[in-house]
């Protein structure tokens, strides 16, 4: 229809009326009895879908590295299938983006809380040990039990040291280098052993006379180096509490002794032990002492992600209420003995 039409022209809201339909508020006067209900439901489902992505993701990825352990869970020369590689990258990779995904929809919908800091952490923790399996694995570091097990134990320190700098200043930094450019990193390795073998990596380079695996483990080094002195900067000159301490005003180097106990522990047992316990299980060795740092560096969340001081006050009244003691005040009761004097 032409715009100069009289029946156009009749039918046209003018510039007015575009305006009124602009400025319309659109609201309701009353709820309804099941409103609330209904408004809480679709956030509660959305937090819900949240940390089944991250479940999902998990999931794949502890199940992609169990089957390429299940194979090499003994001696050195055990070879896993390539499938198991494919897998690998495959589970890193979706677990990678259902991460991500979660943590864009939590700050999209304003549904972050520190509950599901503490489960996307607590994943990210037991994943950075099955990473540890998986990544050995694939190059063969079983060949070289010192390379294996600092390679398998380097990883749990740096992701304890990027919550303990959390603890210490109260912000989450990220570096350069950080855990997507290792993720990027470990994919690309699971992808060479899945098309060229894990024995491509037994190789050795005529003129350097080493093996294409130092190759990897020189990576893990300069990464552990790099971002070791940008935790450390913060942990020992970014204290946010009074006079340069945490945020919980305790000292910033009191969370190093926790994983300084598992990495020595696991060290005199690595080296003392008379039955060769790494040598002879070297995942079932890492995944335990992991279990254990898993534990510690969900731990180390918790108190960085609440205010301890009133979990710790609200905690005790309970259960001094419920005991029906005394907290910081004595109550005086005369003794039965006392009380009969009394009345005589």
């Given amino acids: 229809m032409a715009t100069d039409t009289p029946g156009f022209r009749r039918m046209s809201i003018g510039r007015q009326g575009s305006g009124l339909c602009t400025a319309h508020p659109e609201g309701a006067g009353r709820a309804g009895s099941l409103t609330p209900l209904n408004l809480r439901f679709p956030h509660w ?41 494919f897998l690998c990258a495959l589970g890193l990779f979706i677990y990678q983006s259902l991460d991500a995904i979660d943590g864009k929809q939590a700050r999209r919908t304003n549904s972050c809380s520190p509950l599901g800091e503490l489960f996307d952490h607590g994943c990210d923790s037991l994943s950075t040990v099955f990473m540890a399996i998986g990544a050995a694995v694939a190059v063969r570091l079983g060949t070289h039990p010192d390379l294996l097990f600092f390679c398998s134990f380097v990883g749990m320190f740096l992701f304890y040291c990027a919550h303990w700098q959390t603890y210490v200043s109260g912000v989450l930094r990220f570096g350069r280098v950080d855990v997507t450019e290792i993720q990027v990193a470990l994919m690309i390795v699971f992808i060479l052993s899945t098309f060229g073998g894990a024995t491509m990596w037994d190789y050795t380079i005529p003129i350097l006379e080493i093996k294409l695996k130092i190759f990897p483990v020189l990576g893990v080094v300069g990464g552990a180096i790099f971002s070791c002195s940008n935790y450390f900067h913060v942990i020992l000159h970014g204290g946010v509490g009074k006079n340069g301490s945490t945020i919980a005003g305790t000292s910033v180097l009191s969370p190093g002794l926790h994983i300084g106990l598992i990495i020595i522990l696991a060290i005199m047992i690595y080296k003392k032990s008379a039955t060769n316990v790494f040598e002879r299980h070297p995942c079932l060795y890492t995944l335990m002492f992991g279990c254990v740092f898993a534990k510690i560096a969900q731990k180390l969340v918790v108190i960085s992600s609440f205010d301890m001081m009133t979990y710790f006050s609200s905690l005790c009244l309970q259960i001094s209420r419920h005991l029906h003691l005394n907290i910081f005040k004595t109550s005086y009761q005369q003794a039965p003995e006392q009380v009969h004097k009394h009345i005589d």
């Avoid at 879908?49 to 998990?58: E, I, N, P, Y």
């Fill in 45 to 85: 489902r959305i937090s819900m879908l949240q940390k089944a992505a991250v479940r999902l993701g998990f999931r794949q990825s502890w199940l992609a590295r169990e089957c390429s352990a299940e194979h090499c869970i003994g001696l050195a020369p055990s070879l896993a299938p390539y499938w198991t590689y």
